[in-house]
């Protein structure tokens, strides 16, 4: 159960919206189906990948061309703006000496063409201006799409990663329920037949054929049987609450679990499990250390792109709504904008050398995984082969007591036997009915947890 929690709360499976109560009758491949369907930790990862989409096509989007539009207005208070020759108080000071007769000549020609310069008003001015551009190289852009497509492809073998992970939890704890309800119909029928044996025990006592501490005894017995009882009711219900928050149903909902346990085990469904080939390469886990490990490689690449120049084209167009008297700006102006990094002192070299050691890094990372489920592996194996030995024990022990615990029963019926060794026995026949069915329980776990190793 803690294991599952466990699960649970690593699964970050939280809800507040209302779902409508359904009726369900479930076997263990329809409620995978269901969560498969329904679980908001795969939707999430559903949305990951949608957002990674989204990022893909924004990331190739800022290479394409670009356009923005504006729109200006100014006021400058009517400032004059006057313009002078020569020197800054008034009239120009002009060396005449130094001039030839062409000379002047000249600058009695301009004098009479501009005479006296008169100020300009700076009136205010108002202009629209549309900006186009395009990327002609950018090596950083595109390693940066390419990254963004690794990232994606991290999301969708999340989304498996996270899929396989609701699978077991709902396996687990389907088959934990019917273990459960396996043990209620134990203890029931146990309990009525000590309620039976506690009768005839009264009727005894009131015929002076048995001891008053007998009935004592045997009413004490099942006193405990029944509050064990109410306990495992308890965690039934509990699981249920589990199982309905895995397949994303509302509590209210009601289900009905149509397989029964002995459906889970079979001799030779064992033995080709525990044949199956491993492989590494196939395991969710190792699959996103494999992309990690692309996507450091791929942030080399994208710092050393930093060294390289990048090239823009750009056409600017400007609409004057408004002109002042004195304007000097163009109406169309069209370029290519060229950055070389020269001199970062250093960094982007150490950026390169910080982005190669995470590298090393992510390829140690994935050759420690690729050992660890090797050793896992052969771990599972183990596992069931061990859990399926103990689950064979311990089905041939619980004949055993069941056996001893109904000769005991008749000896105790004739006088023979008292009701401690009644009692003993039947409390041993229910320890290897709970040993039973935790080994059942073991090796259903070691055996999903094998094939989704697979």
């Known amino acids: 159960m803690k294991k599952q929690i466990g699960i649970l709360l690593l699964a970050g499976i939280v809800t507040t919206i209302s779902l409508q109560a359904q009726n369900l009758s479930l076997s263990l491949s329809q409620a995978k189906s269901q969560a498969v369907s329904n679980n908001l930790s795969i939707k999430n990862a559903q949305l990951a990948v949608l957002a990674a989409q989204k990022n893909v096509?924004?990331?190739?989007?800022?290479?394409?061309?670009?356009?923005?539009?504006?729109?200006?207005?100014?006021?400058?208070?009517?400032?004059?703006?006057?313009?002078?020759?020569?020197?800054?108080?008034?009239?120009?000071?002009?060396?005449?000496?130094?001039?030839?007769?062409?000379?002047l000549?000249?600058?009695?020609?301009?004098?009479?063409?501009?005479?006296?310069?008169?100020?300009?008003?700076?009136?205010?001015?108002?202009?629209?201006?549309?900006?186009?551009?395009?990327?002609?190289?950018?090596?950083?852009?595109?390693?940066?799409?390419?990254?963004?497509?690794?990232?994606?492809?991290?999301?969708?073998?999340?989304?498996?990663?996270?899929?396989?992970?609701?699978?077991?939890?709902?396996?687990?704890?389907?088959?934990?329920?019917?273990?459960?309800?396996?043990?209620?119909?134990?203890?029931?029928?146990?309990?009525?037949?000590?309620?039976?044996?506690?009768?005839?025990?009264?009727?005894?006592?009131?015929?002076?054929?048995?001891?008053?501490?007998?009935?004592?005894?045997?009413?004490?017995?099942?006193?405990?049987?029944?509050?064990?009882?109410?306990?495992?009711?308890?965690?039934?219900?509990?699981?249920?609450?589990?199982?309905?928050?895995?397949?994303?149903?509302?509590?209210?909902?009601?289900?009905?679990?149509?397989?029964?346990?002995?459906?889970?085990?079979?001799?030779?469904?064992?033995?080709?499990?525990?044949?199956?080939?491993?492989?590494?390469?196939?395991?969710?886990?190792?699959?996103l250390l494999e992309s990690q490990e692309m996507l450091a490689q791929k942030s080399i690449t994208l710092e050393k792109m930093s060294f390289a120049p990048t090239a823009v084209a750009f056409y600017n167009y400007n609409y004057k709504i408004?002109?002042?008297?004195?304007?000097?700006?163009?109406?169309?102006?069209?370029?290519?904008s060229v950055k070389i990094p020269l001199l970062s002192s250093g960094s982007r070299s150490l950026k390169v050398q910080e982005a190669k050691i995470k590298y090393e890094q992510a390829q140690n990372t994935k050759s420690i995984v690729a050992q660890q489920l090797q050793i896992k592996e052969k771990q599972a194996r183990y596992d069931v082969a061990s859990a399926y030995e103990n689950y064979l024990l311990q089905k041939e022990n619980i004949a055993l007591s069941l056996q001893i615990y109904d000769k005991i029963r008749q000896k105790y019926e004739y006088g023979v036997a008292s009701s401690f060794e009644l009692t003993q026995a039947n409390n041993d026949y229910l320890q290897a009915q709970s040993n039973y069915l935790n080994a059942y329980m073991q090796l259903l776990q070691a055996k999903t947890a094998l094939e989704k190793l697979l």
């Open 322 to 336: 408004i002109s002042t008297d004195f304007d000097m700006n163009p109406d169309h102006i069209a370029g290519v």
């Open 57 to 103: 096509q924004s990331t190739i989007a800022k290479g394409l061309p670009q356009a923005d539009a504006s729109f200006d207005y100014s006021h400058f208070f009517n400032y004059e703006l006057n313009l002078s020759f020569g020197s800054s108080g008034g009239e120009p000071t002009i060396d005449y000496t130094k001039l030839d007769v062409g000379d």
């Open 105 to 287: 000549e000249i600058l009695k020609m301009l004098e009479s063409s501009m005479g006296s310069p008169e100020p300009i008003v700076m009136k205010g001015s108002m202009n629209s201006k549309i900006q186009v551009s395009q990327i002609l190289f950018s090596g950083q852009y595109w390693v940066g799409i390419q990254m963004a497509k690794l990232a994606q492809l991290m999301n969708e073998q999340n989304v498996e990663k996270t899929r396989s992970d609701i699978e077991e939890s709902v396996s687990n704890v389907y088959f934990g329920i019917l273990v459960l309800e396996e043990s209620l119909g134990v203890l029931g029928t146990t309990i009525q037949n000590l309620q039976e044996t506690q009768t005839r025990t009264a009727a005894m006592v009131r015929a002076g054929m048995a001891e008053s501490t007998d009935t004592s005894k045997l009413k004490m017995a099942v006193n405990n049987l029944i509050n064990n009882k109410k306990q495992l009711e308890r965690t039934v219900s509990f699981n249920y609450s589990m199982l309905k928050f895995l397949l994303g149903v509302s509590q209210q909902s009601t289900i009905t679990l149509t397989e029964p346990i002995s459906a889970f085990v079979d001799e030779s469904n064992i033995a080709g499990l525990l044949l199956k080939p491993f492989s590494v390469e196939q395991v969710d886990d190792y699959k």
